[in-house]
Nanobody, 121 residues
């Protein structure tokens, strides 16, 4: 089994910053990619940022230049540094990892429990 534990959400004023963390543990043979999605009330879940184990990154247009995704491969942890936060960034943020638990087993996506980010004055 694989477990993902998120931390770092909270309430912040517009223009402020937050850093989210997500650590994966358990039966991990190989990790292909990791990243963050978010879901605001009444909206579909959307990709925020994605990073491969090779280091290539991809961001939603709405967060480019403000958010930075990074990883610590030694800790199986992915981070999301969020700067210049706006009220429209308010959402539940979910991390994911694409993990293979055994040699030759296909990769599957595993999800964190979600952490609330609220941007409000």
């Amino acid at each position: 089994q694989v477990q993902l534990v998120e931390s770092g959400g909270g309430l912040v004023q517009p223009g402020g910053s937050l850093r989210l963390s997500c650590a994966a543990s358990g039966s991990i043979f190989s990790i292909y990619a990791m990243g963050w999605y978010r879901q605001a009330p009444g909206k579909q879940r959307e990709l925020v940022a994605h990073i491969s184990t090779a280091g290539s990154t991809n961001y939603a247009d709405s967060v480019k230049g403000r958010f930075t995704i990074s990883r610590d491969s030694t800790k199986n942890t992915v981070y999301l540094q969020m700067n210049s936060l706006k009220p429209e960034d308010t959402a539940v943020y979910y991390c994911f990892f694409s993990i293979s638990t055994e040699r030759l087993r296909p990769y599957s996506n595993y999800w964190g429990q979600g952490t609330q980010v609220t941007v409000s004055s």
